[in-house]
Each structure stands twice: as structure tokens, then as C-alpha cells.
């Protein structure tokens, strides 16, 4: 058994990383109108240097700009989206124990992706900084659906919330040729809706706000697998499935079985990063849907969440037994999400959240060799 040579690496990350000091004053500042535009990216960019060169000394492979010009995970892309807005709301999205800042998107024109999408800009700078392989995260199609409210998309638009799935998956076409056309060769879908499904809570929800969740997985699928047509052959797409990642807390809980075969057998991604640091995510037995040969999951084994470091013992026999499902040449190591998924942050300390990603670079070493 060997490191691999290409994504998604033996040890490897989900995409967010504690804002520093530095970041978190400056958007303080700009919010308050106290510095620029250029004064807040200046400082961005200097911060996103220091943390290209940290992922590199800890001996990542796959190095993000930690996500530090972003508010939120997925909101951030979605309003750069032609026709999609992001705006102010009575509420957030509700966690367990807390709420996110009170923020819903609207659909209020076509769907679509354009040339001057500003992270495509941001990739450009990881690209030029990173000697390792520059990793890109987006958040998937499918989460754009499945967060839109009631009333959200305008009728001069579209007829319905079920009317956008075309234009979506071609916009997202467009945004894979164009990270390509940037250099771009890792980029990963960021998905929540899929572990949704897996919760009897959450689909209870999404029932109330009218979504035919009967026939979500065929729909999300069809998605999907329509945008990654555009994928060139030399382009890596995983995903990375998520159960909520806010201060610390979730929103759903669940197993993957029900999910499992559409997700693994019949989305074409190349990899799926899981979650799988608590009892939340169940059992390894959904695995065994993924096909054997190329693809890859990464096994969330590492909390993001909690600061205290995994005994390695542990996550070794944890790896041991998702092999009982998948051959370990198929299996690889990270994180169970970001460390920030939103600007706020884990509830964990910065060295902590190095200590976790040296930890998983030294256990791939031992399970997979140097």
C-alpha cells in the first residue's frame, strides 16, 4: 500500500480553517466601514500566504485558502450566482442550540454562472502561492434547492423551486470549466442535503416546506451527474457530506444507508468525504455500495468540532473496520468537516486545529506508508 499521487490524498482536509486574529478584526472593520475593499483583501491575502505555507508544513497535499474570504460556506457562491440573491431574513438556519445569522437566498432571475465569478479569482491566488495541489470548494446544486423557502423564487424566473434543476446543473457546468480553464484539478462539491435525507427530522422539515423528498435522491442525482458531464478527464470532483457544522453543533443525525447506493454507486464523483467522528453517522455498512476501482472515501474520523486530539489507536481500528466494506487502497483520511464552516468558527483553539491535521498526515503515513 502507497500515498497516492493524485486527489483525494491519503491524508486530506474537507476545506475551512479557524479564521485568524487578523482576519476576524479586518471584517470587523470593513463591516463598520473602517477600512476598504482593498485594505480588507490586502490583508486577506497576506493571511491566506501564512496559511498555504502552515497546510504545507504539517504535510498536507490538498491546500485551500481556508476559506478565508467567506462568510459562509455556501452562501458566499450562491450570491455570486447570476439570477441568486442572499438576503437579510427573520431567521437563520437553525442548529442545535443556536441559530446562523439570519440570511435566506431568492431566486429572482436565470440561474447562472459567469466568467467574472469572484472565486474564481480566489482560486487564482491559492493556485499561485500553493507548491502543493491547490484544492477548490463550492458548495453542491443540491443544497441550493433543498435551503430554498417557500416563495423564494420568483415566478417572472421560474415556476417553481423544481423548474431551476436544468439551469442550475448547467451553471455548474460552466463553473467546472471555468476552475478548470483557472488550473484548477481538485475541486470539491461541499453537500449537506445528502445527509438530510438521512434524517427522519430533517425530512419531516423539508415535507413542511413542500419538497417532494419521495423523489429527492433520483432528482439530486440526475443533478449531479448532469454538471459533472462537464468534468475533464484530468479534473478531480469528490464531495464532502455534511451534517450541519456551525460553533461546534449539527443539525442532522442518521446513518448513510439510505442514501448509500445513490449517492456512492450512481453520482459520479471521484471521491466522498464522511463523516464519521461520532454515532451520529452510524455504521461503515453503507459502504459497501461504493464500487470497487477508482473511487475513493475519505473517512471524517477527526473531529473538527472538539480540540482534544483522537487517540491514534482508535482511529486505526476504526480504519480496520470500515475495511470490512471497502479494500483500504479505497480508503483514505481527514477531518469530518471544516473548522469553519461559517467565519465564526469551531469552538476549538488554532494549535488544536493543526494538531488534529498533523495527526492525520502521521496516521496515513503508518496505514498507508510514506
Not at 477508482?294 to 474520523?301: E, P
Amino acid at each position: 500500500m502507497s500515498q497516492r499521487t493524485k486527489p483525494p490524498f491519503r491524508a486530506d482536509q474537507v476545506g475551512s480553517i479557524l479564521r485568524t486574529k487578523a482576519i476576524h478584526d479586518a471584517r470587523a472593520k470593513h463591516e463598520k466601514g473602517e477600512i476598504t475593499d482593498a485594505k480588507l483583501k490586502e490583508i486577506e491575502d497576506a493571511e491566506i500566504v501564512k496559511v498555504i505555507k502552515k497546510q504545507e508544513d504539517v504535510g498536507l497535499e490538498a491546500i485551500t485558502d481556508g476559506e478565508y474570504r467567506r462568510s459562509f460556506w455556501h452562501y458566499d457562491f450562491y450570491g455570486m450566482l447570476d439570477g441568486v440573491d442572499v438576503v437579510k431574513a427573520d431567521h437563520g438556519i437553525q442548529f442545535q442550540g443556536m441559530q446562523t445569522q439570519m440570511k435566506v437566498l431568492k431566486v429572482t432571475g436565470k440561474i447562472g454562472f459567469s466568467k467574472n465569478h469572484p472565486m474564481l479569482e480566489h482560486f487564482t491566488f491559492l493556485k499561485k502561492h500553493a507548491t502543493k495541489t491547490p484544492k477548490m470548494c463550492i458548495p453542491s446544486p443540491t443544497v441550493m434547492h433543498f435551503r430554498l423557502e417557500p416563495g423564494s423564487v420568483a415566478a417572472s424566473a421560474y415556476p417553481n423551486r423544481d423548474a431551476i434543476f436544468d439551469d442550475l446543473a448547467i451553471a455548474y457546468q460552466e463553473a467546472i470549466k471555468a476552475f478548470y480553464a483557472a488550473g484548477c484539478r481538485y475541486l470539491q462539491f461541499d453537500d449537506t442535503a445528502w445527509a438530510y435525507l438521512c434524517s427522519e427530522v430533517e425530512l419531516k422539515k423539508a415535507r413542511e416546506r413542500g419538497l417532494d423528498v419521495d423523489h429527492l435522491q433520483d432528482t439530486y442525482t440526475k443533478c449531479i451527474n448532469k454538471a459533472l458531464e462537464a468534468k475533464p478527464a484530468d479534473m478531480v470532483i469528490t464531495t464532502h457530506v455534511c451534517r450541519g457544522n456551525f460553533r461546534s453543533t449539527f443539525i442532522s443525525s442518521g446513518g448513510y444507508e439510505p442514501v448509500a447506493e445513490n449517492l456512492l454507486a450512481k453520482c459520479n464523483y471521484d471521491g466522498y468525504f464522511l463523516e464519521y467522528d461520532t454515532d451520529r453517522a452510524g455504521g461503515f455498512e453503507p459502504l459497501r455500495f461504493l464500487p470497487k476501482g477508482d473511487k475513493i472515501v475519505v473517512l471524517g474520523l477527526v473531529s473538527s468540532k472538539v480540540g482534544a486530539l483522537e487517540p491514534i489507536a482508535d482511529i486505526k481500528k476504526r480504519i480496520k473496520e470500515a475495511e470490512k466494506f471497502v479494500a483500504l487502497e479505497q480508503l483514505a483520511l481527514s477531518p469530518q468537516c471544516g473548522f469553519a464552516s461559517t467565519e465564526e468558527g469551531n469552538v476549538l483553539a488554532e494549535d488544536e486545529q493543526w494538531a488534529k491535521l498533523k495527526e492525520i498526515v502521521a496516521i496515513s503515513k503508518d496505514v498507508w506508508g510514506k
